[in-house]
């Protein structure tokens, strides 16, 4: 079992930066894939990225890619959303998830949000035009 609570979110203007920060509690939060999706009202959680257990491996939604940057501190069991370039299109409510996977040699990530059993409440972005 994991908690996890977000943090972070805000009002930027478009082109400005902000850093998520999802701090995870329980146990053995090195095993866990961390996610991060996003959601605007009357739509579908979107991914918008993935870290592997041991951060060796990272994946990014393509409208996110080159802008944002998804990192670890196993030592801190925090997960970090770097987000620079914003637009008004990356207006939403942000999420972290976590997935257990154990620590394979290869790493394991999930990109669909059925596939994530731990979330936290979530942290409103908005970015101006």
């Known amino acids: 079992q994991v908690q996890l609570v977000e943090s972070g979110g805000g009002l930027v203007q478009a082109g400005g930066s902000l850093r998520l920060s999802c701090a995870a509690s329980g146990h053995s939060f090195s095993s866990y894939a961390m996610g991060w999706f996003r959601q605007n009202p009357g739509k579908e959680r979107e991914f918008v990225a993935v870290?592997?257990?041991?951060?060796?491996?990272?994946v990014y939604a393509d409208s996110v890619k080159g802008r944002f940057t998804i990192s670890r501190d196993n030592t801190k069991n925090t997960v970090y959303l770097q987000m620079v370039s914003l637009k008004p299109e990356d207006t939403a409510v942000y999420y972290c998830?976590?997935?257990?996977?154990?620590?394979?040699?290869?790493?394991?990530?999930?990109?669909?949000?059925?596939?994530?059993?731990?979330w936290g409440q979530g942290t409103q972005v908005t970015v101006s035009s």
């Open positions: 998830a976590a997935k257990y996977t154990g620590r394979p040699s290869g790493g394991s990530y999930y990109y669909r949000s059925d596939e994530y059993p731990y």
């Open positions: 870290i592997t257990w041991g951060g060796g491996m990272t």
